[in-house]
Nanobody, 132 residues
Framework: QVQLVESGGGLVQPGGSLRLSCAAS????????IGWFRQAPGKEREGVSC?????????YVDSVKGRFTISRDNANKNTVYLQMNSLKPEDTAVYYC????????????????????????WGKGTLVTVSS
């Protein structure tokens, strides 16, 4: 049974930090990437960051570059973290992790409305609220 479980969301003040975790298990893809997406109320889904299983190549959407860092657990590469620093109110959203083949994941980062439905597995999300 495939499971993706996100954790680490919560309420944080602007300028603060959170670390999200995504524990993925039960899938048998040989080559895949794990991506973080977010969706704010009334807005479209947005790609945030992703990491490749094969070589650890990472990608970040421009709005989070320099503030967010994606990484994977050294002992279990199916556990991925998203360290979020210098959080802004506009980062408020439900954050989802998803697993897909590397090409689909890369496409989904840039054009989530077209390609994110092609991701193979999704978690249920964790809410991040940035507010004073």
């Amino acid at each position: 049974q495939v499971q993706l479980v996100e954790s680490g969301g919560g309420l944080v003040q602007p300028g603060g930090s959170l670390r999200l975790s995504c524990a993925a298990s039960g899938f048998t893809l040989d080559y895949y990437a794990i991506g973080w997406f977010r969706q704010a109320p009334g807005k479209e889904r947005e790609g945030v960051s992703c990491i490749s299983s094969s070589d650890g190549t990472t990608y970040y959407v421009d709005s989070v570059k320099g503030r967010f860092t994606i990484s994977r657990d050294n002992a279990n590469k199916n556990t991925v973290y998203l360290q979020m620093n210098s959080l802004k109110p506009e980062d408020t959203a439900v954050y989802y992790c998803a697993v897909g083949d590397p090409l689909t994941t890369a496409q989904a980062m840039g054009a989530p409305d077209q390609f994110s439905d092609g991701m193979d597995y999704w978690g249920k999300g964790t809410l991040v609220t940035v507010s004073s």
